[in-house]
């Protein structure tokens, strides 16, 4: 039988010294009704119990393989989706009770950029009326003052000259700019946030820096807040101050991007930094390791530790209790077993599956 999971403490929108976080996503659970057959239906918790808050200007990646939960936490934050159970606050207030005209002025200040420049874009408007269609619809300047905000927005994402460009329709440009045309489209509301899906995720590879970077520089130049989802642990670690690491539905690591990359303190983020290529003169690149399996199915999670049945550390007691977010050094979380009682300073060291006992010598070497 499981050990009942003590629950995890609900966090408040409000943090320390009474400051607002712009946004706050307060134990959010989403549930899908997913078909299993003719007749049956299963259902799947692709968002499970997920907190965490963003501040004005901050940017932070939410990193995870596909099945992770990462698209469905950008639909919720966007507000595309309603948390069956939770809810996200935006300067403290709840997005789901917010009226028809509160919502109106939250999606003028929270924008997204989703993965497939193809489909987001219109395909009969031309890049111009693409990049102004915010504008009208959120009643922003006189044609004239829109022109001009379109123009600066175009140079901004570099899609230049701008004469040239505004004409042209999606199918007249490379992937890349497409993806620049979503940029700018997001950009020209001024917005306060910005939700990344996958940004480069079907860009061609000789793209994919430029447009991070891109997306860096506006970040810094506006002082835009940036919610940055992918699956790629490396391009967070130019991109974010924080990271979010997910792993079915549940966020397992938490804390600044330099010092969960520096010392990763769940074996789910060790596993991800060991499988990100690295240049090698012999073979152009090479993976420190692999993670071994297949993530299980969100509609049937493991007992216990959701990462047991891949976990090279699991021990006594791993497929039973389901460890909560503990802090374990000064702004690092991770929801892990081995750190019940355990200080930081301390790095993972592998060992045999099943080598060790829970109450033996689980202390990894300092
Ligand atoms: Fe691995 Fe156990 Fe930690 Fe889960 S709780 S990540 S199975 S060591």
Redesign the pocket.
């Known amino acids: 039988m499981n050990a009942p999971a003590s629950p995890s403490p609900v966090p408040s929108p409000i943090k320390g010294e009474g400051q607002l976080a712009l946004l706050s996503v307060l134990d959010a659970s989403v549930v899908f009704t997913a078909r299993k057959g003719l007749f049956a239906a299963a259902r799947v918790r692709a968002l499970d119990g997920v907190s965490l808050h963003l501040d004005k200007g901050e940017s932070l990646s939410v990193v995870g393989e596909s099945g992770s939960g990462k698209t469905t936490l950008a639909r919720v934050v966007l507000g595309l989706q309603r948390p069956a159970q939770g809810q996200v606050a935006y300067e403290g207030k709840d997005i789901g009770r917010a009226s028809e005209g509160q919502l109106k002025e939250f999606r003028r200040r929270a924008q997204g950029i989703f993965q497939d420049p193809f489909s987001s874009l219109d395909p009969y408007m031309t890049v111009g009326q693409i990049v102004e269609e915010p504008l009208v619809i959120h009643h922003v300047g006189s044609p004239a003052q829109r022109v001009d905000k379109v123009r600066q927005a175009l140079e901004e994402v570099r899609l230049t000259p701008v004469s040239e460009i505004a004409p042209k329709f999606t199918h007249q440009l490379s992937g890349g700019q497409r993806q620049r045309v979503a940029i700018a489209r997001a950009l020209v509301l001024e917005p306060e946030l910005i939700v990344a899906d996958e940004p480069v995720s079907m860009v061609d590879a000789s793209s994919r820096a430029e447009i991070l970077y891109l997306m860096r520089e506006l970040q810094e130049r506006h002082g835009t807040a940036f919610l940055y989802i992918t699956h790629d642990i490396a391009t967070a670690y130019h991109f974010s101050q924080r990271i979010a690491v997910m792993y079915l539905g549940r966020i397992v690591e938490t804390g600044p991007t330099r010092q969960v990359i520096g010392n990763p303190l769940?074996?789910?983020t060790q596993a991800l930094l060991q499988a990100v290529p690295e240049p090698d003169p012999a073979n152009r690149f090479r993976r420190r390791g692999m993670l071994a399996g297949e993530p299980p199915s969100p509609a049937n999670p493991p007992a216990g530790?959701r990462?047991?049945p891949r976990?090279p550390?699991?021990?006594e007691g791993?497929d039973r209790d389901d460890?909560h977010l503990l802090e374990v050094t000064q702004g690092q979380e991770a929801a892990?077993?081995?750190w019940k009682g355990l200080t930081a300073g301390a790095r993972l060291t592998e060992r045999a599956p099943g080598s060790a006992g829970e109450g033996d010598d689980r202390k990894p070497p300092s």
């Open positions: 769940h074996p789910y530790c990462f047991h976990c550390y699991a021990f791993c460890p892990c077993r081995l």
